[in-house]
């Protein structure tokens, strides 16, 4: 099993017919029990009441900027979670303004929690290591302050060589745990015996870039460096190039070429300008693939797994 990553909105500016506003949840399958939203625009939560998802069981929540479609939901989902009796901690990741914005909500509308609840203002830089996961936020260039952020997961010990065991006469039994876990032991017959030895390979943990809304800007190359899959906005098409870097976002190509140059394995456009319909997406998806033919666009609840 590998994390999850499921499109809860994709619109952006404004919600249509078809998209939600933006958000994203990561499931940490097989890391942890929780799962991490990255932005949270208006109507969110309904969204989540539309899937599998527990609104407990959200542990971190990871906001890109401030502008409203990125976090007009987060007071309904925040008092949600507490009318649902939850009691587990939440920590929300932003940039300055956020901890204003979210208490301000909440006192105004005399709202309780019923969790702990941190706000954490971000600058550049590594968020966290816990030992599984580590996320560094990264810089962009966008209208307001803004980040992207990269989610690396550590490298997972290999597997046992089942021959090698065998060519060794070394038993089955209640040490092989042990012997997974690389640690030392001792067998029955008195052999030392290191795990170590009989590991394959390490395997390499798996990497997620989320981006904010950008320009194209020199620190998306060091975000999205060889990831397995990038998150990037892609607001309107290649025509438009001009009026998109106005007003601080990327075109189809432009996030394409990003994802070629940075070498990633998969790029997952979303963040699509309103005046798109259904009928308009393939045009889009080829103009990426042109540049980026491992590439898709996101509709509202696509998994992906990673």
Known sequence: MGMELTFLGTSAGVPTKDRNVTSMLLDLI?????YWVFDCGEGTQYRILNSPFKPSKIEKIFITHLHGDHIFGLPGLLCSRSMGGSTDPLTIYGPK??????????????????YPLEIIEIEEGQL???????????????????????????????ALNADKLARDNIPRGPWMLALKQ???????????????????????????????????????LLLAKDAD???????????????????????????????????????IATHISAR?????????????????PATEIAEDYLTIKI
Do not use: W
């Open 30 to 34: 097989g890391i942890r029990k929780n």
């Open 97 to 114: 303004g956020l901890k204003q914005y979210i208490e301000t909500a909440l006192s105004l509308s005399s709202s309780y929690m019923t």
């Open 128 to 158: 966290f290591d816990d030992g599984k996961l580590i996320v560094t936020a990264y810089s962009l260039d966008h209208r307001v302050e803004c980040y992207g952020y990269r989610i690396e997961e550590y490298a997972k010990l290999g």
């Open 182 to 220: 690389g640690k030392q032991i001792q067998l029955d017959d008195g052999r030392e015996v290191n795990g170590t030895d009989y590991l394959e390979e390490p395997r390499k943990g798996k990497v997620v870039a989320i981006f904010g809304d950008t320009i194209p800007t020199p620190n998306a």
């Open 229 to 267: 899959v990038m998150v990037h906005e892609t607001t309107l098409e290649a025509e438009f190039e001009d009026k998109a870097n106005e007003r601080g976002h990327s075109t189809t190509r432009q996030a394409a070429l990003l994802a070629r140059q940075a070498g990633v394995k998969r790029f």
């Open 276 to 292: 798109y319909g259904p009928q308009d997406i393939p045009r889009l998806l080829a103009e990426c693939q042109a540049e980026f």
